[in-house]
């Protein structure tokens, strides 16, 4: 059975940096292209940053570009997302998810469904002074 678990959330003051880790079990991670989406409080799930099945290719929303790094060690089952200059309005659940697709494209972006396979159960991060 296939397993996504997330950690790493937490309080950060803004400007603060976290790293949110996942890792999965019960599948060929290296086989799957694994996105992070959130869901702020009162609001609608969003997508963060996605990278390919390979790690060589990844996508970040506007919301994170440019502060946000996501990355993939298939060697440790796990992908690692990290972010810096954090703001109140990064508050949200962050979940991970896998999907068997090729490319980032097809979940984000104009082509994109913005849809999963497989969901982990969320971590929480709190973005406040």
């Known amino acids: 059975q296939l397993h996504l678990v997330e950690s790493g959330g937490g309080l950060v003051q803004p400007g603060g940096s976290l790293t949110l880790s996942c890792v999965g079990s019960?599948?060929?991670?290296?086989?799957?292209?694994i996105a992070w989406f959130r869901q702020a409080p009162g609001k609608e799930r969003e997508g963060v940053a996605c990278?390919?099945?390979?790690?060589?290719?990844?996508y970040y929303e506007d919301s994170v570009k440019g502060r946000t790094t996501i990355s993939k060690v298939d060697a440790e089952n796990t992908v690692y997302l990290r972010m810096n200059n954090l703001k109140p309005e990064d508050t949200g659940i962050y979940y991970c998810t896998a999907r068997r697709v090729p490319a980032c494209t097809v979940i984000f972006g104009p082509l994109g469904d913005y849809g999963a396979d497989y969901w982990g159960k969320g971590t929480l991060v709190t973005i406040s002074s």
């Open positions: 019960g599948f060929v991670f290296s086989g799957y292209t």
């Open positions: 990278v390919d099945f390979s790690g060589e290719s990844t």
